[in-house]
């Protein structure tokens, strides 16, 4: 879903690109259970992230990806 999405054009798994690396936010919202809402809604809106056009399903599957979570 991440790479459907283009977000590793500036998004790494381990390494920071243009943005955060996937682990770091992991890090970052770990135990946060309103993260996944939070993410999405930057996402969908383009608050603090360019807004990314894509289903709601689409978007909360790639931050879940993003998250290590399933």
Do not use: I, S, W
Not at 19 to 37: C, N, R, S, T
């Amino acid at each position: 879903m991440l790479k459907a999405k283009g977000c590793l054009n500036c998004h790494d798994m381990e390494k920071k690109k243009v943005g955060p690396a996937f682990k770091d936010l992991a890090v970052k919202y770990k135990g946060k259970q309103a993260a996944e809402g939070e993410l999405t809604a930057k996402l969908k809106e383009g608050k603090g992230h360019p807004k990314v056009q894509a289903p709601e399903a689409d978007l909360q599957a790639a931050v879940r990806q993003a998250l290590g979570r399933k």
